[in-house]
């Protein structure tokens, strides 16, 4: 499985932006999608997570509210609808495929659950 992120740039607080991801391959609908964002000097860390069907969504509490993942299986993409956006949401934005199944989310929230990664996007927000 190969990963396109997409949809980064420049932004002033309050703000929004859609970030989309493209997967190649004929199983992205069996596969549970996640975003993470990396901030320059810090750990790789959970944005929002989707199951394979889109039924289920989970999210971090930072973004709760203001953030919104969805999925699109007939186009193979997933996307993040960020909204209200603040300079602390600045970060290179990654999505990752994980192609296991979760109980209720558990695990998607893990870096290490996922098998697959894009190359990121840069997200910037200005104050």
């Known amino acids: 499985v190969q990963l396109q992120a997409c949809g980064g740039g420049l932004v002033q607080a309050g703000g929004s932006l859609r970030l989309s991801c493209a997967a190649s391959?004929?199983?992205?609908?069996?596969?549970?999608m996640g975003w993470f964002r990396q901030a320059p000097g810090k750990e790789r860390e959970f944005v929002a997570a989707?199951?394979?069907?889109?039924?289920?969504?989970y999210y971090a509490d930072s973004v709760k509210g203001r953030f919104t993942i969805s999925r699109d299986n007939a186009k193979n993409t997933v996307y993040l609808q960020m909204n209200s956006l603040k300079p602390e949401d600045t970060a290179v934005y990654y999505c990752?495929?994980?192609?296991?199944?979760?109980?209720?989310?558990?695990?998607?929230?893990?870096?290490?659950?996922?098998?697959?990664w894009g190359q990121g996007t840069q997200v910037t927000v200005s104050s």
């Open positions: 990752a495929a994980r192609p296991r199944p979760s109980k209720n989310g558990l695990g998607l929230d893990t870096r290490e659950e996922y098998d697959y």
């Open positions: 391959g004929r199983t992205f609908s069996s596969y549970a």
């Open positions: 989707i199951s394979w069907s889109g039924g289920s969504t």
